[in-house]
């Protein structure tokens, strides 16, 4: 039995609860489940279930060994986790409310089980990794590193953003990852201005600088990188933007401490780029739990309540976007120690001419 699993059956005695039922993408992740629309899990103190269509038979056969496979008619997984329950003769059951249907949501209603929100129960529990988590989160940024070297010696004056991104996609299937953790923002000149700015065919011009924010996924765990490099010599004013960045997320990382609370966290960073006389152009926390993905805690922002823990990950990304001027954002994923802070990537954050 894995540490993920003996951690979700021991929320069963917390609650009080008899049975876990699981929908989400990441928690079947988290177990080590097939993650297919078509699987579904029931977790008990006894027994691990999985219900799913003929579909998943094969592949379940060879990678859930462990649990007990139950083959159901496509689109009928949680009538029959219902009769199931009722065989069992569970009572009280745990379900993924974030992550079910209004249809879905009513079928329980109209049940005679008892049937109790998970609310982010299960995400604080994925919150604290363990050693196998890390060491899997840690080869996600080394990979990650790897590519953004190797895609250095595409970014120039001439090429579009989307052919870019083009060139990153080949890179990072190349060198083995299994997907990317989300779609990719290459914004380059005033387009940095927007944090979310995702590829266009605009051309990347000389001077300009070019935010490149992307992460991928590598045995189910994601990594999450952003660097910000100039095309030529940038402007003084562009300059002075991305070493007021460099400084602010170094402050953040420094301050990711055992037991600090993540708003502190971010308001240090607030401050500081505030004083700096940016304070109008950062616009978002200063990063957000990493891991499997789908709302990892912590939250890092102004009004988070979120402690952290030994053994959290978490993404440190201060940025200074400027509408008409352009934007620099950098990024590092940052684990929690007991002594102290540690950035699981390594690539240089000096600014890059090319």
């Known amino acids: ?34 993650t297919g629309s078509g699987v579904w899990l029931l977790i008990t103190k006894q027994t691990k279930y999985a219900f799913m269509d003929g579909r998943y038979v094969a592949e379940a056969q060879q990678k859930m060994s462990d649990f007990q496979i139950e083959i159901v008619f496509q689109g009928t997984y949680l009538q029959a986790i219902i009769e199931k329950l009722t065989i069992l003769q569970i009572d009280n059951i745990g379900f993924e409310d974030r992550a079910f249907s209004i249809q879905e949501y009513q079928l329980l209603q109209a049940d005679d089980h008892h049937f109790e929100p998970l609310g982010s129960h299960l995400a604080v529990i994925r919150a604290i990794k363990t050693d196998a988590e890390l060491a899997k989160m840690k080869a996600a940024c080394q990979l990650t590193d790897t590519a953004f070297a190797q895609l250095l010696m595409h970014i120039k004056a001439g090429v579009s953003e989307k052919w870019l991104l083009g060139q990153l996609y080949a890179i990072i299937f190349d060198l083995g990852a299994d997907g990317m953790a989300f779609d990719p923002i290459i914004a380059s000149g005033t387009r940095g201005a927007m944090p979310h700015g995702r590829a266009t065919d605009k051309l990347i011009q000389e001077g300009e600088l070019v935010t490149i924010d992307f992460g991928i996924i590598l045995a189910g765990y994601q990594s999450d990188m952003t660097r910000t490099v100039a095309i030529g010599q940038p402007s003084v004013a562009m300059k002075c933007v991305y070493e007021t960045v460099k400084t602010a997320q170094q402050l953040g990382i420094d301050s990711l401490q055992v037991g600090t609370l993540a708003a502190d966290n971010h308001n240090i960073v607030a401050d500081f780029i505030t004083d700096r006389g940016y304070g109008d152009y950062f616009n978002h926390g200063l990063g957000h739990g990493m891991g499997i993905g789908d709302g990892e805690l912590p939250v890092l922002n102004a009004k988070s ?37 540690v950035v699981l990537n390594e690539t240089t954050k000096t600014l890059l001419v090319l």
């Open 305 to 341: 309540l979120d402690q952290l823990q030994v053994s959290m990950v978490m993404s440190c990304e201060p940025g200074i976007y400027i509408p008409d001027l352009g934007g620099v954002r950098i990024e590092d994923d940052v684990v929690v120690t007991k002594d102290g802070p």
């Open 1 to 34: 039995m894995t540490v993920q699993v003996e951690k979700v059956q021991h929320l069963l005695d917390e609650m009080n609860l008899q049975a876990l039922i699981i929908k989400s993408k990441a928690n079947k992740t988290y177990l080590e489940a097939l």
